[in-house]
């Protein structure tokens, strides 16, 4: 039972324009989430989280936006950068199993110049 | 600060043979995980050791899988016998204090089993 979806598997944006990534979940017991990015041949790299009291969470380039009625959240990647290309999971953290997360199966983004 | 480590990186087995992965988490930290990545799927976790007590292992398959921390540091995670569907990245992660979600991964030790 997938409680985290991501169901773009792929995403091609051009350099410096905005890169979009969605994930829902279906758990409303999630309280926390995460992106993760990852590179071939290496474990996931923690990018941002933001915590279900919030609706925006912003690093640097990087913003995550929370609805939490709708059950979903994406990432916002401005400018987006040939080296931002990697696969994106999202994650969540339910409230009532410690700190275990939850991972969607992944956005494959490809940045061209 | 060095990050988790994990050996090896890359093992190749037959099928109903063992195998062991180590995992060392940052200096520190006081929770490990044991995730199982199987291609084109998000981690699943397997095991969750706080200090060297297990947290959480629902997921583990314990007829052929088992996992152990000795001291609450080094952690190991074992297959016996192994199937041809425990092909997978398996991924070892670890955090840090109270009221901190974020996990560390490691890099991860890529299993075939022919």
């Known amino acids: 039972d997938q409680q985290v979806k991501q169901n773009s598997p792929s995403l091609s944006v051009q350099e410096g324009r905005i890169s979009i990534l969605n994930c829902d979940y279906t758990n409303s017991m999630f309280d926390y989430f995460l992106w993760y990015k990852k590179y071939p041949a290496e474990g996931p790299t923690f990018l941002i989280s933001i915590s279900s009291i919030k609706d925006k969470n912003e690093d640097g380039r990087f913003t995550v936006f929370l609805n939490k009625s709708a059950k979903h959240l994406s990432l916002h990647i401005v400018p987006s950068q040939p080296g931002d290309s990697a696969v994106y999971f999202c994650?969540?953290?339910?409230?009532?199993?410690?700190?275990?997360?939850?991972f969607g199966k992944g956005t494959s983004l490809l940045v061209t110049p | 600060e060095a990050g988790v480590a994990q050996s090896p990186r890359y093992k190749i087995i037959e099928k109903r043979q063992s195998v062991a992965f180590w995992c060392n988490p940052i200096s520190g930290h006081a929770t490990l995980y044991w995730y199982q990545q199987i291609l084109g799927q998000g981690p699943k976790l397997l095991i969750q050791?706080?200090?060297?007590?297990?947290?959480?292992d629902s997921q583990l398959p314990k007829d052929r899988f088992s996992a152990e921390r000795l001291k609450g540091v080094d952690s190991t995670l074992k297959i016996q016998p192994a199937k041809l569907e425990d092909s997978a990245v398996y991924l070892c992660?670890?955090?840090?204090?109270?009221?901190?979600?974020?996990?560390?991964f490691g890099p991860g030790t890529r299993l075939t089993v022919t």
């Open positions: 050791f706080q200090n060297n007590g297990v947290v959480d």
């Open positions: 994650a969540a953290r339910a409230s009532n199993s410690g700190y275990a997360l939850n």
């Open positions: 992660a670890s955090s840090g204090g109270s009221g901190t979600y974020e996990q560390y």
